[in-house]
Structures are given as structure tokens and as C-alpha cells.
């Protein structure tokens, strides 16, 4: 029981103290955010061997404050420099920059590899590629390689607009109701036009247009059409 409760209580601490840090120590992250993160889990894991959960979460806060003076200053340029890594340019024009390669440690095919997930196969149609200082590698295609724009053709297109979801795994998710300014009388009338029912919907959407997509949980059945083929065991 007492190992349950010192657990419990490590966790929560832990939590807490990642929680205060914010989203940026466990996103993309720097050399000294991974420190900071392994630091902070062996302080906050070494009460579960021993008595001392005191002095390991004031440990823990000392790291917390410590890191958080870290992200203060990197936001002065001078200082960034010098607390984090600078971008390395690993392709230029469509030739590979060997000393760039070297100094990431980065063999060839590892490269290609990284390319290929982001789908460039010929370096030559390559502007630049660089890896960034969090370890990322951004690559930016010759003018004649990219994908046509709209603005390219000087067409005019509607404005991007992101599907609201409303209910999500059966569960409805009132906040964004609240923020178009709907009740859940409105989406339940909307549900029996429909024949649906809240706890069969995977995720229904309120669309540009007003009208709700819905992803129940029934799949269809497409007859071995070979068009709708799902690799695995289960198709």
C-alpha cells in the first residue's frame, strides 16, 4: 500500500512539474530539453526506491525553474546561438554538402531514406535541404519542382475552413456546440434525420456548408472490389 501511495504521489508531481514546463520540453526537442527531461524522470523516479519524496520533488522544482530560465534566455538572439545547435545545410542547389553530411554524422543512405519519406527522389530537384536544430529536416524544392499553387494559375479559392467536430467516440463535445452557438437538441434532431445515434458515431463533423458528416461504426461492405483492398490478415 505504501508503495502504491509513493508512486501515486511521484507521478502526480511529475505531471504537475511537466505540465508547469509547457508543451515546447516534450515537442520538438532541443539537446538541452532532453536533458532536462532525463534529469527531472531520474529525480522524480528515486523516491520509489527510497523515503526521500520531499527533497526529490524540491529537486524536481530546482530543475523545473532552472530549464524554464533556459527557454527565457534562448529567446534572446544572441544567446540562442549559443544554447542551441546551429541548422546544418545537408543539399544546395541539387549538390549533396558533404562537410554538412560529416558534421550531422549523417550517411548517405540515411539521407536518401529521410528524402523519400518526404517524398523527393532525385536531389537535383532539391532548392535546399537542411537539417534544423531540433534534428528535423526541411527540404525546399526548385521553383519547377514544387506543386502548382492556385496563385500560380491566378485562380480564386474559398477560404480553407477546418470541420468542426461535435461528437467524437460516441461522447458529444458540448464546448463546440457552445461556440457555434447549437444546443444538443439541435444535433439530436440532426442525428434522427439522419437514423443515427449518438453513442454509434465515431466522429461527426459540422461541415462549411452546415450539414454533418458522419463516420459511424458500421464498415461497408465493398464485395472484394479491388479498388477498396486493405492489406493485412483482415481484409
Same mark, same amino acid.
Given at each position: 500500500? @505504501?508503495?502504491?501511495? /509513493? ?20 515537442? *520538438? ?31 524536481? =522544482? ?22 542551441? @545547435? ?7 542547389? =541539387?549538390?549533396?554538402?558533404?562537410? =554538412? ?8 543512405? @540515411?539521407? !536518401? ?21 531540433? =534534428?528535423?529536416?526541411?527540404?525546399? $524544392?526548385?521553383?519547377?519542382?514544387? $506543386?502548382?499553387? $492556385?496563385?500560380?494559375?491566378?485562380? *480564386? ?5 477546418? $470541420? ?6 460516441? *461522447?458529444?463535445?458540448?464546448?463546440? !456546440? ?5 444546443? /444538443? ?13 449518438? @453513442? ?36
Amino acid at each position: 500500500m @505504501e508503495a502504491l501511495y /509513493r508512486t501515486f504521489l511521484v507521478f502526480v508531481a511529475g505531471y504537475l512539474f511537466i505540465r508547469f514546463t509547457g508543451k515546447k520540453a516534450v515537442a *520538438q526537442m532541443h539537446t538541452f530539453d532532453i536533458l532536462y527531461i532525463l534529469i527531472l524522470t531520474n529525480i522524480i523516479s528515486a523516491p520509489v526506491e527510497d523515503n526521500n519524496i520531499g527533497k526529490a520533488i524540491i529537486y524536481a =522544482g530546482i530543475t523545473v525553474i532552472l530549464y524554464k530560465i533556459f527557454i527565457r534566455l534562448s529567446l534572446h538572439n544572441k544567446l540562442r546561438w549559443i544554447i542551441y @545547435e546551429s541548422p546544418t545545410v545537408l543539399i544546395h542547389n =541539387g549538390d549533396i554538402d558533404r562537410k =554538412g553530411l560529416k558534421r550531422v554524422r549523417m550517411p548517405m543512405n @540515411e539521407l !536518401l531514406s529521410q528524402l523519400r519519406v518526404k517524398g523527393y527522389t532525385d536531389i537535383q530537384s532539391i532548392s535546399i535541404a537542411v537539417m534544423e536544430e531540433t =534534428g528535423n529536416i526541411s527540404v525546399i $524544392p526548385k521553383s519547377e519542382y514544387r $506543386p502548382v499553387q $492556385p496563385n500560380d494559375l491566378n485562380l *480564386q479559392v474559398k477560404k480553407e475552413f477546418i $470541420p468542426i467536430p461535435l461528437i467524437m467516440d460516441g *461522447q458529444i463535445i458540448y464546448h463546440n !456546440l457552445k461556440y457555434l452557438q447549437l444546443d /444538443r437538441e439541435w444535433l439530436i434532431n440532426e442525428l434522427e434525420n439522419k437514423g443515427e445515434l449518438v @453513442e454509434n458515431i465515431t466522429l461527426a463533423t459540422l461541415l462549411d456548408d452546415g450539414k454533418l458528416f458522419i463516420d459511424n461504426n458500421e464498415e461497408k461492405d465493398y464485395k472484394s472490389n479491388p479498388f477498396y483492398y486493405k492489406p493485412g490478415k483482415d481484409n
